[in-house]
């Protein structure tokens, strides 16, 4: 399905990033493993586990290349894009999940770990679509892609609102509306960009969840491997011309996630003021509850 594609996988040195990287290279894909390997909450930095997986792919006879970097810094995606395309000739196309919490309510957060995670998660990500939209578009200017390219991104559930992620939630939600945009801006470039939410136990889910939470969770509905036949699927030729979308995938369930869109409406000659409309409320929400308070997890939704 990917067999001879050159793709590239930041965060690929643990979790779902990892076991995606494993699986391409199983199905005949070289692939450029990124990573800084950083804590589940963004300390340090560590080339062991960029190395562990590489030096595993290679050792079952696959083809991975390890680039030791950070996806926040501009200049290091700049290079990353360049030297793959000095070491394969091409791209075919990239997933992005490097990405670490830092949970606290909002009214405790350190505005410190508000820009740390905001800037791995979508600044991360503004990075790499930038330097893979620019090569691939002045590639398809100059000779023209004999295939599509593809970017997958990676957002959450967390993005429809989640207690003490506000900095996560947030950064996931942008993706999403940089996935939209880079969707139409790219496509007459013969690129196409795609969004998904995965749902897995994996370290860093086990480093910020609470213990009482992680044990009604069915660890082994919920592995990492069960979600990577997604990216996979979207970075093949299978998906030639799905653009724009967001998928969600946990356990044994693939969703389509719609994008926001109008949806009620009232209309009064003349324009609104606050009086009618504030007398005209319920009828605009239709009978549906004032609040919506309620978890929005893909884990949650999985488990019920």
């Known amino acids: 399905m990917i067999d001879g594609k050159v793709v590239i996988v930041t965060g690929g040195a643990s979790g779902l990033g990892r076991e995606t990287a494993v699986r391409m290279a199983e199905l005949g894909a070289s ?55 000095a070491a394969y000739g091409r791209i075919d196309g990239a997933v992005n999940y490097a990405g670490f919490l830092r949970d606290d309510m909002l009214f405790n957060m350190d505005p410190a770990d508000w820009s740390a995670v905001t800037d791995v998660h979508l600044t991360g990500h503004f990075n790499l679509v930038h330097h893979l939209g620019s090569h691939w578009r002045q590639r398809s200017n100059a000779e023209g892609l004999e295939t599509q390219r593809s970017f997958v991104s990676v957002s959450s559930a967390s993005s429809r609102g989640s207690p003490a992620q506000l900095n996560y939630s947030a950064a996931k939600a942008g993706v999403l509306g940089l996935t939209r945009t880079a969707a139409r801006e790219l496509h007459q470039y013969n690129v196409r960009v795609n969004a998904m939410m995965p749902a897995a136990i994996t370290r860093m889910l ?29 970075l093949s030729d299978a998906t030639t011309d799905v653009t724009g979308w967001t998928f969600a995938i946990g356990g044994d369930t693939v969703f389509t996630v719609t994008d926001p869109e109008l949806d009620r409406s009232l209309t009064t000659e003349g324009g609104w003021n606050p009086s009618d409309l504030a007398a005209a409320f319920d009828d605009l929400l239709e009978g549906e509850p004032r609040s919506k308070t309620e978890p929005g997890g893909l884990l949650n939704e999985l488990v019920e």
């Open 206 to 234: 086990d480093a910020n969840v609470p213990d009482d939470v992680l044990e009604r969770l069915p660890r082994d509905e919920l592995g990492p491997e069960k979600v990577v036949a997604l990216p996979i699927v979207l």
């Open 31 to 85: 692939v450029v493993v990124s990573d800084l390997g950083s804590e589940p909450h963004g300390e340090g930095a560590n080339e062991e586990p960029l190395r562990d997986v590489v030096d595993e792919i290679t050792e079952n006879g696959g083809e991975a290349t390890a680039s030791f970097g950070d996806i926040t810094d501009y200049e290091y995606v700049g290079s990353l894009v360049e030297e793959t395309v």
